[in-house]
């Protein structure tokens, strides 16, 4: 046995002699003359260092760094121009070395490194997770309001080394657990609908008893069976007590009959801040007491037409406690009491005498949204009990015993933990739930308090991936898989048909796992990847957190341009992910997705209709491609002024795949000075000419400079101001010229391969939860090689990320 | 217990606050009802044995994890161990009476009708004088209180410019005067927040202000060029030595972080300790 062991290390040295000898003959004299210079024992420009290669003790650590060299000498980024270039033979001889012993390094390291660390559900998984597991709606019920944030490392908050359990969160935990089992489990009969109506012919005394907690009097009025809004107000109109709200979560139906009257009117729109020239809308909103601020929403708004009227039909989920108003959206703007004050006087002499003269006078002259009749029903369900419940507790006796109690559990921690379970595994939650309903024979309460202790399992918290005794495998399980999956296309657990696919151990077939893969995709579940996955790569989620002035930027908030530039960039993703098209149109492309507030924001004129569209972009539109969308280039400013560090900062870092190294911590930032007319290029400059900032900021700011066409909300302008034209052109450290935002554009355009690396390093991290190493180059390196067969689709880059090695071991 | 305003941003992840005025009293003054009560006891003793269960489960998965996994896990392990502890603590907190408190402060007085505007910035002066009252009944030994920044509009005569637009002042001269404004508004609040204190008594009978520290300051010292050097901080209270402004160079035998300045706070509190982050002294010498 030792003998057999020797031999193998006598071998192993000896490669690694080889390996040594080649390195000091080819690779050090080509640092030495080329690199040392300035990252060596005199200067460590960027913090680097390659005079000591060879005592680095870390394999690992040395292989990353080599992999860094070759990298740059790829790129042809280093050494800088204006330093001594090596000969393209040298080059060639020094490449070829580094990929050789780097692909060597890969395959020896391959087993200690690339593993995932345990990742805990964060908090837009847990949330989905929970969603799916029982079948709840999840739009005004969230438990996860108060988690504290996730943290994000290597770019992404699903990566299992930076999600931290803390005490706090595992509070949040078990009251979020008590929340869920108390939404999910709901055995007993169907609960009784209400049924509330106004107006119409029904006469308030032949209405049930509830029409007296009607709310109208206060701000609108009863006449006659009918309610008014004069203008618009922030309570609006509703039929339920607003303390109680509706008395169970359900399906809802809203009707409403009303009638535009007088939209034009004897008053002047600026008098009454209205725009008379719009007709009229309702607006519907929900609010919950209990939940405060957070949980007003609007859920439907209705255009009203004059002098007719309509009937309306709302159905939406209603959340135990919720009510409903409806409103006159774009009524007269400010309080009634400014338009009897201001307005009124104006008109009438006689309302400067309002005891003689009601201010009910401007009832009946001005502009009306009359509701003749308002009604609430329900609540409905598709069935009962729900399917949540049922599928956990199917066909409940009349008196559920321990052994119904005891498979119920186990049933909902197969669902939970993702996999099978089983009795012996479940048996300290099924003592705890048992000894619950021993002592206070309440068996619903027993199996609430089961579930609870389930929902804070760590195989719940956390995707755990377990090694089984004896074997050495890294192979991921089919269980395992289908989480990776699901997590990975959802944000949320397998469902149905994947876990089906686990359980009888078909996934990780090649066929199956393609057929999963195109599923997954075009379920509307996939929405999840779009939001997440865009919201850190191109960080869509900073998006607001540096919003702009809103004195002088009104439409922006006005028109929602926020919401919609949001929008714009996922749907473009989304659709380019749908259709299987290729990635090199999110660097440009001739089409975009725009309603007509941000139409009107980018300067396109003559849009199909007001709602979001694709819309072709003319080849001056300066739109199309991430470049020229709204919420990056606004996400990348800071509300006050444009940041064209910040942008070229952005460019390198999520389309090249180069992120600048942050700046030596002794440099002083620059101080603007906006007196006179210094522009931000010759402020930038100013800062260049110090030499340690030039070295990475003529990476960074040409790219910047070329993108100053935009303003900080993304809006095209062609000069700062009368007399200052906006000077966008630069050259980039390769000698290019650039001008402008489509310099910048056919310089990406001529580097397919650059960002589809890029891209598929992101994708990589988001898919498997972890930062990624070395060793996953060859992966990576492949699926690069084999895009362009695939004419760039997504979709292709998405299966083929799927199908990848790393996917598939532990 | 922790009085502040929320932050804005999506990822911040600091302790969870509250800019409530009302909600803080409530919290601080407000004693539950006892049903309320039963029902969290109930609660905090079904967590417990929750947790017994969940630690028994998570010790079992431990042995089937590679190391890396385990380290995580044991992350899981020592919040179960604190959030029992706390659990426990709760309990106890549960059957000790609140301090009572006038609601004056949120209410307005019953002698004149002075309004109390409960609306950012307004209701700043409300937040401070609960936290006068919060200490002086000894509610809680340490609050943090922050101002809520933005690109608010603050509703005062000149101002025609968001906050953070402000900030960027660029040296104009009018930005810089409406910046003024502002922070003016901020110093004359601390200013009445720091004559409160002098003016309450203690428990012990003397000035609160002579048992309290209070730090403030600005996470910038020049945000038109977003600095974070030679920050603006004002020390107050504790006893200790005030009245005098103290430069500090960057680099140098006078060059200080500001963590120097929190090594003589905690000790002066009574907490032994000669180090805190990037900390090289302290700054005794000076304060005390």
Redesign the interface.
């Known amino acids: 046995m030792s003998r057999l062991l020797l031999c193998l290390l006598i071998v192993a040295c000896a490669e690694s002699v080889h390996a040594q000898r080649r390195h000091r003959d080819i690779l050090q004299p080509f640092l030495k003359s080329y690199c040392v210079k300035c990252h060596g024992a005199e200067h460590q420009k960027a913090d680097r260092r390659f005079d000591r290669l060879s005592v680095l003790k870390n394999d690992v650590e040395k292989a990353e760094v080599l992999q860094e060299i070759l990298d740059q000498l790829n790129l042809a980024a280093m050494p800088p121009e204006d330093e001594t270039q090596p000969s393209a033979a040298e080059l060639k001889r020094v490449v070829v070395l580094l990929t050789s012993s780097l692909a060597k390094a890969r395959e020896e390291t391959r087993q200690n490194v690339g593993k995932v660390v345990l990742r805990r559900l964060n908090r837009v998984e847990y949330r989905n997770t929970i969603r799916d597991l029982f079948q709840l709606k999840m739009v005004d019920f969230d438990p996860t309001t108060t988690f504290p944030a996730d943290d994000s490392t290597a770019g992404f908050d699903n990566v299992g080394e930076g999600l931290v359990t803390s005490d706090y969160l595992l509070r949040n935990y078990l009251e979020a657990a008590r929340k869920v089992a108390d939404k999910a489990i709901l055995p007993g009969a169907q609960p009784q609908m209400i049924h509330y109506h106004t107006g119409g012919k029904a006469t308030p005394k032949s209405a049930p008893k509830d029409l007296d907690s009607i709310n109208a009097d206060k701000v609108g009025r009863r006449e006659a069976g009918r309610m008014f809004i004069k203008y618009r107000q922030p309570l609006g109109l509703t039929l339920l007590d607003k303390k109680r709200g509706v008395p169970v979560d359900g399906e809802y139906v809203i009707r409403f009959t009303a009638q535009a009257v007088r939209r034009k009117s004897r008053y002047k729109d600026e008098d009454l801040r209205y725009n008379s020239n719009e007709p009229m809308r309702l607006s519907i909103s929900i609010d919950s007491r209990e939940l405060g601020a957070s949980a007003h929403r609007i859920i439907g708004e209705y255009e009203i037409p004059d002098n007719e009227v309509i009937e309306v039909e709302h159905h939406v989920w209603l959340e135990k406690g919720f009510t409903f108003h409806v409103h006159w959206a774009n009524g007269p703007n400010g309080s009634f009491k400014r338009i009897l004050r201001k307005v009124l006087p104006k008109y009438n002499q006689d309302a400067l005498f309002p005891i003689r003269n009601p201010p009910e006078m401007y009832v009946g002259s001005g502009p009306e949204l009359h509701v003749h009749t308002l009604g609430i029903e329900g609540p409905f369900y598709e069935t009962w009990p729900p399917p949540g419940f049922a599928r956990f507790f199917p066909n409940p006796p009349e008196k559920p015993d321990a052994n119904y109690l005891d498979e119920s559990l186990v049933r909902v921690a197969s669902a939970a933990f993702r996999r099978p379970v089983s009795h012996k595994e479940m048996e300290p939650y099924i003592a705890l739930a048992r000894a619950y309903l021993a002592k206070h024979g309440d068996f619903w309460a027993a199996a609430k308090y089961g579930v609870r202790a389930i929902l804070a399992s760590p195989n719940f918290l956390y995707l755990a991936e377990t090694t089984s005794a004896g074997s050495n495998s890294r192979k991921v399980s089919d269980h395992e898989l289908s989480s990776r999956l699901s997590y990975f296309l959802w944000s949320s657990m397998p469902d149905d048909e994947l876990r089906t696919v686990a359980d009888n151990g078909s996934l990780s077939e090649p066929k199956v796992l393609r057929k999963q893969v195109e599923r997954m995709l075009s379920d509307p579940k996939s929405s999840a990847f779009t939001e997440n996955f865009t919201g850190q790569w191109l960080g869509l989620r900073k998006l607001g957190e540096m919003p702009p002035d809103p004195e002088k930027n009104q439409a922006y908030y006005e028109d929602k341009l926020e919401d919609a530039m949001r929008q714009e960039t996922q749907l473009v993703f989304a659709y380019v992910l749908r259709e299987n098209r290729s990635i090199m149109e999110f660097v440009h492309s001739n089409y975009t997705f725009l309603n007509s507030a941000l139409a009107r924001h980018y300067g396109i004129a003559d849009i199909a209709h007001e709602g979001f569209q694709k819309v072709s972009l003319k080849p001056k539109s300066n739109r199309g491609g991430l470049l020229g969308h709204g919420s990056i280039l606004t996400a990348t400013s800071n509300g006050v002024e444009t940041q064209p560090v910040a942008r070229g900062i952005w460019v390198l870092e999520n389309l090249l795949g180069t992120p600048p190294n942050p700046p030596p911590p002794d440099i002083d930032p620059i101080e603007p000075d906006t007196r006179g007319v210094a522009t931000i290029r010759q402020l930038m400059e100013k800062h260049r000419k110090n030499p340690t900032c030039y070295e990475c900021h003529r990476k960074i700011d040409p790219i910047g400079l070329s993108l100053e066409n935009y303003d900080y909300v993304g809006a095209w302008r062609d000069r700062y101001s009368k007399k200052l034209r906006i000077d966008s052109s630069g050259k980039l450290p390769d000698g290019t010229v650039i001008l402008g935002p489509s310099g910048i554009k056919s310089f990406l355009l001529g580097r397919p391969e650059q960002f589809t690396q890029c891209l598929t390093e992101k994708l990589f991290v988001y898919a498997l939860g972890r930062r990624l190493s070395f060793a996953d180059r060859d992966d990576i390196d492949q699926i690069v090689t084999v895009m362009p067969q695939h004419n760039y689709g997504f979709g292709a880059l998405i299966q083929q990320i799927a199908a990848s090695e790393a996917f598939h071991i532990k | 217990m922790v009085v502040a305003f929320r932050g804005?941003?999506?990822?911040?992840?600091c302790?969870?606050t509250d800019g409530d005025p009302a909600r803080v009293f409530t919290k601080l003054f407000v004693s539950d009802n006892p049903k309320l009560k039963q029902q969290t006891r109930q609660?905090l003793d079904?967590?417990a044995?929750?947790?017994d269960?969940?630690r028994?489960?998570?010790q079992r998965?431990n042995k089937?994890?590679?190391k890396?996994?385990r380290d995580?896990?044991d992350?899981?392990l020592?919040?179960?161990r604190?959030?029992e502890q706390?659990l426990k603590r709760q309990k106890d907190w549960l059957d000790i009476a609140k301090p009572k408190a006038s609601d004056k402060a949120i209410r307005g007085g019953d002698d004149d009708d002075t309004i109390v505007d409960l609306a950012y910035p307004y209701n700043t002066s409300v937040m401070y004088d609960l936290m006068v009252l919060a200490l002086q009944t000894n509610s809680t030994n340490v609050i943090c209180f922050g101002h809520p920044g933005?690109?608010?509009?603050f509703p005062f005569e000149g101002i025609?410019?968001?906050y953070?637009?402000l900030t960027?002042h660029?040296?104009?001269p009018d930005l810089l005067q409406q910046l003024t404004i502002i922070e003016t508004f901020y110093a004359e609040q601390f200013s009445r927040f720091l004559t409160k204190l002098k003016e309450t008594p203690d428990a012990m009978g003397q000035s609160l202000l002579e048992s309290t520290i209070v730090l403030f300051g600005s996470g910038m010292g020049?945000a038109?060029?977003?600095?974070s050097?030679n920050l603006p901080i004002m020390i107050a209270g504790g006893g200790l030595r005030g009245g005098s402004h103290h430069r500090f160079e960057r680099h140098g035998r006078d060059g200080r972080p500001l963590a120097d300045l929190f090594v003589t706070i905690l000790q002066r509190l009574g907490i032994e300790q000669d180090a805190f982050s990037t900390s090289t002294s302290n700054l005794n010498h000076l304060l005390t």
């Open positions: 804005h941003g999506r990822e911040s992840n302790q969870p609660f079904e967590d044995s929750i947790l269960v969940v028994k489960d998570a998965l089937r994890l590679a890396a996994d995580k896990l992350q899981f020592t919040a179960i604190e959030v706390k933005g690109n608010r509009l025609t410019l968001g953070h637009s960027h660029g040296k104009r020049n038109s060029s977003h600095s050097r």
